[in-house]
């Protein structure tokens, strides 16, 4: 690896970096893995210190910490907080980690001695109410998606190597959707988040002819009784929409909000 | 060699595995006191989460019980569906499924081969180390799982948590032209797999062996990974939807995962159970490359499925270059078959890279799931894994091995499980 790196004749350093899992799949951190091409390229610009799935001996003297994952016992609280306490940065990896991810759904039956006994049929195995990081500790940065786009991983990790600002994209994949010139799912009969869910994956499931599905929470200034009014008129029922909006967290308030 | 050792080993939160678990062992004066595998993972209650919701919602959400098997849940999910339903995928589906199927088993194999384990075998802490010492073996890694990646991307619309796969079929079908240079690149890759037998064959695999009882599903003439019959080398056979009388999950104490048994107090499912019970029908190139390894069936020797992993390596890249040329040779039909929902139940049993992987779901007459159940190969090889511990924890005691060659022995020997614990307990 190189010793040093510059950006505009400035020398940079490259940060020291862990990674940490909570509740998740996994599978924001396998992205982060993904990408073979440009993989090596990227891990050169981080000083990578912890990431317990792909190396022993990891070290608890990091400057940037990646959280992926939901918390959902009161030992990942804890784990959180420390690491909260070491990192000057940390981050938010994943709709888990953002919102609560699919874990959160699990919430909705509000009785979790219920849950617990559907699963594990009165075995004593402890839970709590499934939260993302930003309702324990101060998120410096999200990375939205489940899974994240390693396209846009790499120039969010990039920017902030450099110490560039990140802006998230405010427009929704709607956008992105028509811009790639797809047809529009609606029009095959299919219900799309993509009107108010917030840009960046490039409308990854609808260029696949897949409705979105919201996984990257809501855009700025969604507009949901907008949503409502194409979902009626194409005769998408209430419940398929609602299905959608709750399974990745992100559109909590604006569920709340709907069902005033 | 001989003298009576002590040691307490603590492991907590294994590196170079999915999800969190801790290896103990304590020896005294050369006797195991204690040794376990204790899983300590978070459960995300998936299936009651799954209740309530719509039929066309579980196949997304099951997806998520896993990123490194996320193809295999979806698949098992929407068989579950697709059985619980009376639908019959077409064959160009089934081929589409079995080739993305593919897609994934070689994908997690290589990142486990060369990213999890060959450090172990090259005496480094991680697979970043190797990129001077070993930069060939890295690049041939990266080529292996780009090629893997890629054939996900083209077939299941993204690598992770696919995005076309759908209960009925495929929301769109890939270009053709694609796959005609995929299966250029899978030929090109054979080269890079003999190569990693090589590799793999210059390590000293452990010598270590338990018996014990080997569960997957059974080849019907191909090689077995979506759906038919399930059995076990003690000679247990059950159909798919008895999949309970094969599991058999219990609880125990120390763990957040649940284990399974069946003419045993353990079972084994993965690579190693799925060529030790049906070794004739995998591609002679697999059957060629198992026997320069050694790999010679009935196997008991848990490291084996490091091998058994490469082996299947080869099978699939071969499979897929014939599934291409049977899609290549006939046109595109209906991508995907209209759904009629009704009341019922269905299983869904697929092999994914660690093992035979159940789902189950129960629906009511609009297709909303009322009960559901997912029965995950990592906590099929639990039990497993626990008491192959204890027994190398005994041999290596009697050997009068020090703690670091014990430690070390203890965790290649869960990393050869390749095991994936947030799956396990999701
Ligand atoms: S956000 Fe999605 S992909 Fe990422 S860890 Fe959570 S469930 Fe897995
Ligand atoms: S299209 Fe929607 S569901 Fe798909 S990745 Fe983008 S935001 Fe997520």
């Known amino acids: ?260 | 060699m001989g003298e009576s050792i002590s040691c307490d080993i603590n492991i907590n939160h294994l590196t170079r595995v999915e999800g969190h678990g801790n290896i103990r062992i304590r020896i005294k004066n050369g006797k195991v006191e204690n040794a376990s595998w204790d899983v300590v993972e978070t459960p995300r209650f998936f299936e009651a989460i799954l209740v309530g919701k719509h039929w066309e919602n579980a196949p997304i959400l099951c997806g998520r019980i896993c990123g490194i098997c996320s193809i295999g849940h979806t698949l098992a999910s929407i068989r579950a569906v697709e059985n619980a339903f009376a639908m019959v995928p077409s064959l160009q589906t089934q081929r589409l499924r079995l080739l993305l199927k593919h897609m994934e088993t070689l994908q997690s194999h290589i990142l486990h081969l060369y990213f999890l384990v060959a450090p172990d075998f090259l005496g480094t802490d991680s697979v970043l180390e190797l990129i001077k010492p070993h930069g060939d073996e890295v690049q041939r890694a990266a080529r292996l799982k780009l090629l893997a990646n890629d054939g996900g991307d083209l077939i299941g619309g993204r690598r992770l948590h696919p995005t076309r796969t759908v209960v009925g079929g495929f929301t769109m079908l890939p270009d053709r032209i694609k796959l005609a240079t995929l299966r250029q690149r899978l030929h090109a890759a054979l080269a890079d797999l003999n190569k990693t037998a090589e590799l793999f064959g210059s390590f000293a695999i452990p010598d270590f062996t338990r018996e014990t009882e080997f569960v997957s599903l059974k080849s019907d003439g191909n090689y077995p990974f979506i759906g038919g019959q399930l059995v076990s080398s003690d000679g247990v056979l059950r159909e798919e939807e008895e999949y309970l009388t094969m599991s058999n999950e219990y609880m125990v104490s120390h763990s957040t995962s649940k284990w399974s048994k069946l003419s045993r107090p353990s079972l084994a499912v993965g690579a190693l159970a799925r060529i030790n019970n049906n070794f004739a029908s995998l591609h002679p190139h697999a059957q060629d490359i198992a026997n320069n390894l050694g790999l010679h069936p009935v196997s008991h020797n848990p490291f084996m499925n490091n091998v058994a992993q490469l082996v299947e390596c080869v099978h699939v890249v071969q499979d897929s270059i014939s599934l291409i040329d049977e899609l290549l040779g006939s046109e595109w039909q209906e991508p995907r078959q209209t759904v009629t929902p009704r009341a019922g139940a269905g299983t869904g049993a697929v092999e994914v890279p660690r093992g035979i992987l159940y789902h189950w779901y129960q629906f009511d007459k609009d297709g909303r799931i009322t009960r559901a159940d997912c029965v995950i190969p990592t906590s099929q090889n639990n039990a497993n894994i626990h008491y192959d511990i204890i027994a190398l924890a005994q041999k290596l005691a009697a050997q009068g091995k020090d703690d670091q060659e014990i430690r070390l022995l203890a965790e290649m020997l869960v990393r050869s499980y390749d095991p994936c614990i947030s799956c396990s307990v999701h």
């Open chain 1, 1 to 260: 690896m190189e010793k040093s790196k510059t950006y505009l004749g400035v020398e940079i350093k490259r940060p020291r970096t862990a990674f940490f899992e909570l509740s998740s799949c996994e599978g924001c951190q396998l992205q982060i893995l993904n990408k073979e091409a440009s993989l090596l390229n990227f891990l050169d610009l981080l000083e990578i210190v912890n990431f317990r799935e792909a190396m022993s001996n990891g070290s608890d003297d990091y400057e940037i910490a990646f959280v992926e994952g939901s918390v959902t016992r009161a030992d990942e609280e804890e784990r959180l907080l420390k690491i909260r306490k070491q990192a000057t940065t940390l981050v938010a990896l994943g709709s888990c980690a953002c919102f609560g991810g699919v874990n959160q759904l699990k919430n909705r039956f509000h009785d979790l001695e219920w849950v617990k006994n559907e699963v594990y049929g009165g075995h004593p195995i402890e839970t709590q109410e499934v939260r993302p990081l930003s309702d324990f500790v101060i998120v410096d940065l999200s990375i939205y998606g489940c899974p994240i786009k390693k396209e846009e991983v790499e120039e969010i990790v990039t920017n902030l190597v450099l110490g560039k600002s990140i802006d998230h994209p405010r427009y929704p994949v709607c956008m992105e959707c028509t811009a790639n010139g797809n047809i529009c799912l609606f029009n095959l009969g299919e219900p799309c988040l993509g009107p108010v869910t917030r840009a960046g994956c490039d409308a990854w499931c609808p260029n696949n002819r897949m409705g979105c599905w919201g996984c990257r929470g809501p855009s700025d200034e969604a507009n949901f009784s907008q949503l409502q009014e194409i979902m009626d008129s194409h005769n998408i029922p209430r419940q398929a929409m609602l299905d959608r909006l709750e399974c990745f967290g992100g559109f909590s308030s604006a569920i709340r909000e709907m069902e005033k």
